[in-house]
């Protein structure tokens, strides 16, 4: 997936995390904070924590 470092201040919702252990349930949701030079997807999560998406490893959908 290729991301675009304009996604600031979108929401994104977990379909399915790359890890064995997630620690955000599918479905979680939250506001994207920034996308680093490695494409890393930074959230504030509504769940009150913060995790980063890995593009092409992490599932997730950006809502419009």
């Keep these: 997936m290729s991301v675009d470092k304009s996604l600031r201040g979108k ?3 977990v379909i399915e ?3 064995k ?3 955000l349930p599918k ?3 939250g506001t994207i904070r920034h996308v680093d030079e490695f494409g ?3 959230v504030d999560w509504d769940e009150e924590c913060w995790l980063g998406l890995i593009p ?6 950006i809502l419009e």
Excluded at 56 to 61: L, R
């Design 11 to 13: 929401r994104v919702e």
């Design 17 to 19: 995390l790359g890890s």
């Design 21 to 23: 252990k997630p620690r």
């Design 27 to 29: 479905g979680s949701q």
């Design 40 to 42: 890393t997807v930074h």
């Design 56 to 61: 092409d490893y992490d599932k997730y959908k």
